[in-house]
């Protein structure tokens, strides 16, 4: 289930290119032994380390103005209501204890989108099998918030999971 781990969180407040890259290396320099866990038995983490690249892409032939971004196995999309994280492990990775990498990588994700949110409010989706497609484009096309985005993967892919040993059975997660 799920080729790739999507993260989504509210936007609480606007961020410049260099406050995000700030607030990265900050995660980074938190997280850099749980970095290099991952990169030691993740499946798709090499060659670790700090450097982010992240640009503004203006509005342009229809498409809404946005902040992306990549570092490591990590990518990020500030939209105009919700930041998505994003990462190239396999969701099945979070929930799969034979893989080694459960716990950091769980961590990192939570870790990551802390830097951008007071709130507890956290979206984790299988992405890569059309769980979480639809609401990635209602974030982008749409300016989705968090709470119609946490209505539409409930209505396509059911209850979420409210703790990680459920993700076996379930496609995504929420804590609100």
């Known amino acids: 289930m799920g080729?790739?781990?999507?993260?989504?969180?509210?936007?609480?407040?606007?961020?410049?290119?260099?406050?995000?890259?700030?607030?990265?290396?900050?995660?980074y320099d938190r997280l850099k032994s749980e970095?290099?866990?991952l990169e030691e038995y993740g499946t798709f983490t090499k060659k670790v380390n700090e450097n982010w690249w992240?640009?503004?892409?203006?509005?342009?032939?229809?498409?809404?103005?946005?902040?992306?971004?990549?570092?490591?196995?990590?990518?990020?999309?500030?939209?105009?209501?919700v930041i998505h994280i994003g990462c190239i492990e396999r969701f099945s990775s979070l929930y799969l204890n034979e893989k080694n990498v459960s716990a950091e990588l769980f961590k990192i994700i939570t870790e990551l989108s802390k830097e951008f949110r007071t709130s507890d409010e956290i979206l984790i989706g299988a992405g890569g099998f059309g769980e979480t497609d639809l609401i990635m484009d209602m974030a982008f096309n749409e300016n989705g918030d968090f709470e119609q985005l946490c209505g539409k993967m409930t209505e396509l892919n059911g209850i979420p999971a409210s703790d990680l040993t459920e993700l076996k059975n379930r496609s995504w997660y929420l804590k609100k």
């Open 3 to 27: 080729t790739h781990i999507d993260c989504i969180i509210p936007k609480e407040k606007e961020y410049s290119v260099e406050e995000i890259k700030q607030k990265l290396k900050s995660a």
């Open 35 to 37: 970095f290099l866990h």
């Open 54 to 81: 992240i640009s503004y892409i203006p509005s342009e032939n229809g498409n809404p103005e946005y902040i992306t971004g990549e570092g490591d196995s990590f990518n990020i999309d500030i939209f105009k209501k």
